[in-house]
C-alpha cells in the first residue's frame, strides 16, 4: 500500500465514519426534530400534555371563521384522518388560506382546543401565474360540480 | 414605473433581498480583486529587492 | 486513461497562468447571464397565484443557495483532492472558495428570512433547513478560522482539509431535510424527481440565474486562486521570471 493509498483511505473512512455516526444520531433523534405534529399524533397521545408545542396540517376547507370586530380566528387543522380545532388571535401571515398547509404554535387546552400563539403558513412547492390557476380552478370546479352540487 | 417599485406591497422585502444580493456578488468581486492586487504587490516588492537574481 | 493533464494542473505557474486567462471567459458570460436573469425575473416573469409579486425573491434566494451548496461541494473535494494526492494547488482552490461560499451562505439566510417573514409569517424558525444552513455558515466560518489559527501554511492546509471533508456530511442533509422531516420550508421545486413544479416563464430566469452564478463563482475562484499561488510560491523563480516577463 503506497502512502497515497493510506491517506485516500483515511479520507474515505472519515466519510463513511462521519456518515454512519451522523446517521445514527438522526435517526435516534427523529422524533425528538420533529418541527411540529400532526393531528394523527395529537389523537394518539403523542404530543406533550399541558406544554407548548407546534401542531401542522392542513386549513380543512370552510373552516375559517373570523369573530367580528376582533382578531380572532377559528379554523379545523387535519391531517384527513383526525381534526384539532385551533383558536388564534392574532395577524395571519399571507400565504394562510383554506386547503394550504398551516404551522401552529401554541398548547391544547382540555376542551381539546389548540390555543395558538403563532401561525405560520406553510408553502407547498407549486408555482403559477394566476390565470393558469384561474383556469385550472374553472376546469376542476366544472369536473367536481356533475354531481350533487 | 411606481407600480413596479412597489411590487405588490412586497417592497419592503423585495428590494432589500435583491439588494444585499446585489452587494454580496460586487463585494465578491471587489475582495477577490483585492486579494490579487496585494499578492501581486507583495511580490513584485520582494523581486524588486532580491534584485531579480534569486 | 491520460493523466498528463491532471499533473500540469498540478503545477503552480501552469495553472497560475491558465487561471489568469480563463477568467475573461467566465467573468463577461457571467455578467451577462446575471443581469438579464434578473432583469426577467423582475420584469418578464408572471407573478404567482398565491405570492403574488413576493415571489421574485426566489430569484435571489434559490441561487444564492444553490451557491452555498455548490461551493462547499468544490471546497471539500478539492481540500480532498489535497490531502490525498498532497498537492497545494488543490489546497489553495480550497482555500479560496471559503470566503466565497460564506457570502453566499449570508446572502441565502437574509433572503429567505425577507421571504419568510410575509410569507409565512415569521423571519427564523429553528426548522431543519434552515438550521442545517446556519451550520453550513459555521463550517465555512470555522474553516477560515482555523486555517488562520496556523502559521504554516502546509498545517493550516490538513486541518482545514479535515474540517472540510467532515463537513462534507451538512450538504446531504440540508438537502433532504424539507423530505426527511416535517419541515417548515418546501420541498424543491427544481432539483426533484420528475417534472418541476414551477412553470416554464417562471423556470427560465432561474434557470439563466442559476448557470450566471456558477460562471460568476468559476470566475472568482480563478483570481482568487492566483492570489493564492503567489503568496504560497513567493520564494519560486518562476514569480519574479513572470512578474518581470
Request: positive net charge; proline residues 6%; aromatic residues 12%.
Amino acid at each position: 500500500m503506497t502512502p497515497r493509498q493510506r491517506r485516500l483511505g483515511l479520507v474515505v473512512g472519515i466519510i463513511v465514519g462521519v456518515s454512519i455516526a451522523g446517521g445514527l444520531a438522526l435517526s435516534a433523534f427523529r422524533k425528538h426534530v420533529t418541527f411540529f405534529f400532526d393531528p394523527s399524533q395529537v389523537a394518539s397521545g403523542q404530543a406533550p400534555v399541558g406544554e407548548s408545542f407546534r401542531l401542522g396540517g392542513m386549513v380543512a376547507n370552510g373552516t375559517v371563521q373570523r369573530a367580528p370586530g376582533s382578531l380572532e380566528v377559528r379554523f379545523t387543522v387535519t391531517d384527513f384522518a383526525h381534526d384539532v380545532p385551533v383558536s388564534y388571535t392574532g395577524v395571519l401571515p399571507d400565504l394562510f388560506r383554506e386547503g394550504a398547509g398551516v404551522v401552529a404554535q401554541g398548547h391544547l387546552r382540555s376542551d381539546g382546543t389548540f390555543v395558538a400563539d403563532e401561525v405560520l403558513a406553510k408553502h407547498d412547492e407549486k408555482y403559477m401565474p394566476p390565470a393558469v390557476a384561474k383556469s385550472l380552478k374553472r376546469r376542476h370546479g366544472e369536473a367536481r360540480s356533475d354531481p350533487g352540487s | 414605473m411606481k407600480a413596479f417599485l412597489d411590487m405588490g406591497g412586497y417592497a419592503a422585502f423585495i428590494w432589500p433581498a435583491y439588494g444585499v444580493t446585489l452587494a454580496v456578488l460586487v463585494l465578491n468581486i471587489i475582495w477577490a480583486r483585492g486579494s490579487l492586487r496585494r499578492a501581486l504587490e507583495t511580490a513584485r516588492r520582494r523581486s524588486a529587492s532580491s534584485g531579480g537574481n534569486s | 486513461m491520460r493523466w498528463t493533464w491532471f499533473h500540469r494542473l498540478a503545477s503552480p505557474p501552469y495553472l497560475y497562468g491558465l487561471a489568469a486567462r480563463l477568467t475573461p471567459w467566465f467573468a463577461w458570460p457571467a455578467a451577462l447571464l446575471i443581469l438579464g436573469g434578473l432583469f426577467a425575473g423582475l420584469v418578464l416573469a408572471p407573478p404567482d397565484y398565491q405570492q403574488g409579486e413576493g415571489f421574485r425573491i426566489i430569484y435571489v434566494h434559490v441561487p444564492s443557495a444553490w451557491m452555498s451548496l455548490m461551493v462547499y461541494v468544490t471546497m471539500g473535494l478539492a481540500a480532498a483532492v489535497g490531502l490525498i494526492w498532497r498537492m497545494k494547488v488543490a489546497h489553495a482552490i480550497a482555500a479560496s472558495c471559503a470566503p466565497i461560499g460564506a457570502s453566499f451562505t449570508v446572502a441565502a439566510l437574509v433572503t429567505g428570512s425577507l421571504w419568510g417573514k410575509p410569507m409565512w409569517g415569521t423571519w427564523w424558525v429553528w426548522d431543519p433547513r434552515l438550521t442545517s444552513e446556519l451550520i453550513l455558515l459555521f463550517l465555512y466560518l470555522g474553516f477560515m478560522g482555523l486555517r488562520a489559527g496556523f502559521d504554516d501554511t502546509q498545517r493550516a492546509d490538513r486541518a482545514g482539509a479535515l474540517l472540510a471533508i467532515v463537513g462534507l456530511v451538512n450538504v446531504p442533509i440540508i438537502h433532504y431535510s424539507v423530505i426527511w422531516w416535517n419541515s417548515l420550508h418546501q420541498a424543491p421545486s427544481v432539483l426533484r424527481f420528475g417534472k418541476p413544479t414551477i412553470p416554464g416563464a417562471m423556470l427560465a430566469p432561474l434557470l439563466i440565474l442559476l448557470l450566471g452564478f456558477t460562471l460568476f463563482f468559476a470566475a472568482l475562484l480563478l483570481v482568487r486562486v492566483r492570489a493564492e499561488i503567489l503568496q504560497r510560491e513567493r520564494t519560486a523563480r518562476w514569480i519574479s521570471e513572470t512578474l518581470s516577463g
